[in-house]
């Protein structure tokens, strides 16, 4: 069975499945959200519903994008054999 | 019934016998030695055990309560996971190492004075080298000795912050440093910092523990940066500076890890990302907030081992750790990539999973002691901790493009490991009452909140649309990436390179004078002393050898060797005495 599940997320023939269900699952957490009960929300953006939907992908593509600047422009990656 | 059994003194000298056993013997005994040690640690009764007196200082061997005792469950359960999964090896040596290393670390965790934990502190620093060492090839040798002279600095450092903390209150017992912290208590906190692997003195952790063997790394990631959270938490919780420190880690960690494609390097610069939480929670040092970075150091001991023992197994089986390098094993490893991948969704704090329970009750306490920046940065770092370890490092290494490499599952003792600590994983998401109850403080927290949940997965699906969007910008890239160890690698290429030079070509300019200028100068002058020696003192010598000589002569004229010419002598001068006298003093 764990063939099948970790076969499921490799296999090209199931690329559209897996693209379908991750898609619902988007929705449905966002959804959920929505309706979910707060019970003390502290700052302001604990009350909006999505904001850590929002707030997950931004930091996601920050991350990447300021990390490989740095290590472009910044010069923190070098070739392999630098300190040889 | 015996009240008290060290359980430090059980994995010391239990290394003994090690090389000693054989086969099937050998593997029973490096099971039953951490079995024993976990008994041991759940008999244990809070109190104080081996006080002594030192240098009439006070001793404390051990020290049980609340905090250690959490610490030592999860550290002699890590140590028989951990030998499960090195059980296939037949060199004595890296059993050795690891049963001292554990050892060392259950004695820094019980360890009631300053001197017994230094002492341990060492033990721990040298045994854990040579799990690196053990690999071989010069890479991993010089990797080995960076880390143990940054080590052994960081112990001196530690030693004069002892001695100086000592000599301002007294007291060598370990507790609590409160009110000002003086120059001893910094020396010792920098000390701690130091193996907690805290920018800028992390790069020891992230340049050696890809370089050590196997198994070794998997010891490594448990035990060396969370007794530092330990002593920490116990030392210094409240500490204001440890939370923007703890902050800073954690996204630090995130960043490095985006740039890497060793395998097991994006790893532990996810040890550094999770190690900031628990430093943030100590920092910040409400109830909440230690129970959040004691309960993350148990969670994140298990799901990281998990993590190193599933990279372990790629490079066992392939023998290749880049990921430019990797690809396409889920068709041959499907166990383990499934074993990975709860450790995965555990570090990433997926609900149902042990960093769930965990990781949260940090980022509520920074949000209960009103830290917002606080709770976003770190809220920020846990979508990086999905992106690479949950993501990125799974996706090129197991799936990705297929590189059409011959592999298998490892052998059975691994996954056996891998399955424990996955068990745990789980376990300790779904049910987190047992864990709760063993933390430092009673805790009012109720992690499976529906606001909680949702939250939780917005922040960790919206990440991985991220990483399905930009996919290409994530591919990684053949290269290596400067971190603090540029400073003392590039630092002791130039020493050395100022040694062979300037300084040799200083002492040959030095030596061509002394040939040339200095040398001849001397020959002259000693012939010139010579001259005035044999003419000048000599003759003074001589003379007044001669002018005694005549003295002599004299003086025996007049020593007539008759007495009675000295009786008269005595009271001719007995006479003149008494007449002096009369005269001059009357």
């Given amino acids: 069975m764990i063939k099948r599940i970790v076969g499921f997320f490799g296999d090209e023939a199931h690329a559209r499945q897996r693209r379908r269900l991750f898609y619902v699952v988007l929705v449905l957490i966002v959804a959920a959200d929505f309706v979910v009960h707060r019970e003390h929300a502290e700052y302001l953006w604990e009350r909006l519903p999505g904001w850590s939907a929002v707030y997950g992908f931004v930091s996601c593509v920050l991350l990447i994008f300021v990390s490989k600047f740095l290590g472009h422009q910044g010069g923190l990656m070098r070739s392999e054999d630098y300190y040889d | ?586």
């Fill in chain 2, 1 to 586: 019934m015996i009240e008290f059994v060290y359980p430090a003194l059980l994995f010391i000298l239990g290394a003994v016998p090690i090389p000693f056993l054989q086969g099937g013997i050998r593997k029973a005994y490096l099971l039953l030695i951490p079995v024993l040690a976990l008994l041991a640690v759940l008999a244990l009764q809070p109190g104080s055990y081996g006080a002594a007196q030192f240098l009439s200082q006070d001793i404390l061997i051990a020290r049980v309560d609340k905090l250690s005792i959490v610490f030592a469950t999860v550290f002699t359960i890590m140590a028989l996971i951990g030998m499960v999964y090195a059980l296939h090896l037949t060199e004595a040596g890296q059993h050795v190492a690891a049963f001292v290393y554990v050892g060392s670390a259950l004695g820094v965790v019980f360890a009631g004075d300053y001197l017994t934990l230094y002492l341990f502190w060492e033990g721990m620093a040298f045994a854990s080298a040579y799990l690196v060492f053990a690999q071989g090839g010069e890479k991993s040798i010089r990797a080995a000795f960076r880390y143990l002279m940054v080590h052994v600095t960081g112990g001196v450092v530690l030693l004069g912050g002892i001695v100086l903390h000592a000599l301002a209150s007294g007291s060598l017992l370990f507790g609590p440093i409160e009110g000002n912290i003086s120059a001893g208590a910094y020396l010792i906190l920098a000390g701690f910092l130091l193996n907690a692997a805290v920018p800028p003195l992390n790069a020891w952790l992230t340049d050696a523990y890809p370089e050590a063997t196997v198994t070794g790394a998997v010891f490594m990631s448990a035990f060396t940066t969370k007794t530092a959270v330990y002593v920490l938490a116990r030392a210094f919780p409240g500490t204001e500076l440890l939370v923007w420190l703890g902050i800073a880690m954690a996204l630090y960690g995130v960043v490095y890890a985006v740039l890497e494609n060793d395998c097991r390097r994006l790893l532990a610069y996810h040890i550094v990302s999770q190690v900031g939480y628990m430093v943030a929670g100590v920092g910040i040092g409400t109830e909440l907030a230690v129970n959040g970075a004691t309960s993350h150091a148990f969670a994140h001991i298990l799901y990281k081992a998990l993590l190193f023992m599933g990279a372990g197994a790629v490079i066992y089986v392939t023998g290749r750790r880049k990921l430019t390098e990797l690809g396409g094993l889920y068709r041959t490893m499907p166990l383990t990539v499934a074993l990975y991948m709860i450790g995965a969704f555990a570090i990433s704090a997926f609900p149902f999973f042990s960093g769930f329970v965990t990781k949260s009750m940090v980022v509520a306490a920074a949000g209960e002691d009103h830290r917002a920046l606080a709770m976003l940065a770190l809220t920020m770092a846990s979508s990086g901790t999905f992106l690479h370890t949950g993501l990125k490092l799974p996706y090129y290494m197991f799936f990705g493009t297929d590189r059409g490499l011959e592999a298998r599952e490892p052998p059975g003792n691994m996954l056996v490991a891998m399955a424990m600590a996955a068990t745990l994983c789980l376990a300790i998401g779904i049910f987190p009452g047992p864990l709760y109850a063993l933390l430092p403080y009673p805790v009012d927290f109720e992690p499976y909140t529906g606001a909680h949940i949702t939250e939780s997965l917005g922040v960790l699906m919206f990440t991985a649309l991220g990483f399905v969007l930009f996919l290409k910008a994530l591919d990684p890239e053949n290269t290596i990436s400067i971190d603090t160890d540029w400073f003392y690698r590039k630092g002791a290429r130039a020493f050395m390179w100022f040694a062979e030079r300037p300084l040799a070509r200083y002492e040959k300019a030095m030596s061509d004078v002394s040939e040339t200028t200095a040398l001849p100068l001397l020959h002259r002058t000693a012939r010139t002393g010579l001259r005035v020696d044999l003419h000048g003192v000599d003759a003074v010598v001589n003379g007044v050898a001669h002018a005694i000589l005549d003295g002599g002569g004299v003086l025996r004229r007049l020593q007539t060797g008759v007495v009675t010419h000295y009786a008269l002598a005595m009271i001719a001068g007995v006479i003149a005495v008494t007449a002096v006298f009369a005269v001059v003093w009357q």
